[in-house]
């Protein structure tokens, strides 16, 4: 399995010749490090909530082709219906198959903010990376490999998000949900990750763009 970060919570998780993109948001493109031209060809997009920085329509007209699969949450599938496109339901405890990668659903209620709160799915990859999306409660799952953990936004406290990974106990740990942290508080978010899965023995990999992780 080969993972790459494509900023904010956008990963990339390739097997053997699949390629699942999850969560290709605004925030990924915003500071126009990224076009969603460079994202390539997939053979399906996973989106684990509504949200901008999650579910971006603009980017989706250009990385969806004719073969391209789209997946999630019945809400975002009636929003997708609205904007032009096909998007097949996932629902928690369902596991589906694309190609060589196998997605497992779980339920994970987006974390509190002073609005709405979406439908967010968590998902699990393969049996090793979770992808939760914005949520550190997610039921039915009690350990996993790697942990995409978010460490920043108007919902998340670092404090909470460590406790989050210390329960799944993963091997890995690869930052997500953190455009938002700019240059100093960037770097001082990733060290006070990094010394707290040092101490508890887990690997802590930020990925930063261009670079891929290969397990």
Not at 45 to 60: G, I, N, R, S
Not at 183 to 197: G, Q
Request: charged share 25%; with cysteine; net charge neutral.
């Amino acid at each position: 399995m080969i993972i790459k970060k494509y900023l904010h919570s956008c990963l990339l998780v390739e097997e053997k010749k699949t390629k699942l993109l999850i969560d290709p948001g605004a925030f990924s493109f915003v500071e126009k490090k990224l076009k969603p031209e460079d994202l390539g060809s997939v053979d399906a997009v996973l989106l684990t909530h509504k949200h901008m920085d999650h579910y971006f329509p603009e980017a989706l007209k250009i990385i969806l082709k004719n073969k391209t699969r789209l997946l999630a949450c019945e809400e975002i599938a009636t929003l997708a219906k609205k904007d032009g496109f096909e998007c097949e339901i996932m629902k928690a405890a369902q596991i589906l198959k694309v190609g060589d990668i196998t997605i497992e659903a779980f339920s994970a209620p987006h974390e509190p903010i002073p609005a709405e709160i979406p439908d967010n799915l968590a998902y699990l990859i393969n049996d090793k990376l979770l992808h939760p999306g914005d949520s550190y409660h997610v039921h039915g799952l009690k350990s996993c490999e790697i942990l995409a953990l978010p460490v920043a936004g108007p919902w998340s406290r670092l404090v909470d998000g460590l406790t989050f990974a210390s329960s799944l106990k993963p091997k890995i740990v690869i930052p997500i949900h953190d455009a938002i942290l700019k240059d100093f508080m960037l770097e001082r978010v990733y060290t006070m990750t990094e010394n707290y899965c040092i101490e508890r023995k887990m690997q802590f990999i930020p990925l930063p763009l261009g670079k891929c992780l290969s397990i």
